[in-house]
């Protein structure tokens, strides 16, 4: 059973980065979607970037330009490399794997946490 890793949060100003990882315990090569979501106290978890292959990517609006999905199967990680952070970006972070287009079968990490502030 495949298990995800997500590490990289922490602290950051506004207007900072920060770089998330996400590292399953066995291959994503066959993983069809692997993505990031964010959830915040009194919010519904929601999709902040998703990635299929390079070029089939989608972000959300409120990270789009300020967000970087990436995915590397031979190391079987994705990042999300985020810049110009703001408050609003706060928020646990959680890595996705859904296992095919029409499946159901998917598998979450247990999230890291990021706080944007002062």
């Known amino acids: 059973q495949l298990q995800l890793v997500e590490s990289g949060g922490g602290l950051a100003q506004p207007g900072g980065s920060l770089t998330l990882s996400c590292t399953g315990s066995?291959?994503?090569?066959?993983?069809?979607?692997m993505g990031w979501y964010r959830q915040t106290p009194g919010k519904q978890r929601e999709r902040v970037a998703s990635?299929?292959?390079?070029?089939?990517?989608n972000y959300a609006d409120s990270v789009l330009g300020r967000f970087t999905i990436s995915r590397f199967n031979a190391n079987n990680t994705i990042t999300l490399q985020m810049n110009n952070l703001k408050p609003e970006d706060t928020g646990d972070y959680f890595c996705?794997?859904?296992?095919?287009?029409?499946?159901?079968?998917?598998?979450w990490g247990q999230g890291t946490h990021v706080t944007v502030g002062t």
């Open positions: 996705r794997a859904k296992f095919s287009r029409l499946g159901s079968k998917e598998v």
């Open positions: 066995s291959s994503i090569g066959s993983i069809y979607r």
């Open positions: 990635v299929v292959t390079p070029d089939n990517i």
